[in-house]
């Protein structure tokens, strides 16, 4: 079993940048974050691998960047350009094993409990 803790969620403007972290309690294959906004389906929003590899969706390629500290187990998510529409609960979620499309929820066994972004304009 692997608990995830997330922090540095917060209330900023347009534009303006956040970074949250997510501490995992051991090594995970695969680190992603997630977002679900009110009324809206949960989104992949970054995943990194084991080799580093990253992945995003086109709504936050350029703007957001996902990293690692491997030695600490914690996934880092910077968000820069932050919009209204980034508004959301984000998810850090870790995988142990491969699956197809590391961007859906269904290939995610642990998640954390989430921490709000909040983008006004």
């Known amino acids: 079993q692997v608990q995830l803790v997330e922090s540095g969620g917060g209330s900023v403007q347009a534009g303006e940048s956040l970074r949250l972290s997510c501490t995992a309690s051991?090594?995970?294959?695969?680190m992603a974050w997630f977002r679900q906004a009110p009324g809206k389906e949960r989104e992949g929003v970054a995943r990194?691998?084991?080799?580093?590899?990253?992945k995003y969706p086109a709504s936050v390629r350029g703007r957001f960047t996902i990293s690692q500290d491997k030695a600490k187990n914690i996934a880092y998510l910077q968000m820069n350009s932050l919009k209204p529409e980034d508004t959301a609960v984000y998810y850090c979620?870790?995988?142990?094993?491969?699956?197809?499309?590391?961007?859906?929820?269904?290939?995610?066994?642990?998640w954390g409990q989430g921490t709000q972004v909040t983008v006004s304009s």
């Open positions: 990194i691998d084991s080799l580093d590899n990253e």
């Open positions: 979620a870790a995988s142990d094993g491969n699956c197809d499309d590391t961007l859906n929820q269904n290939c995610y066994k642990y």
């Open positions: 051991s090594d995970t294959w695969y």
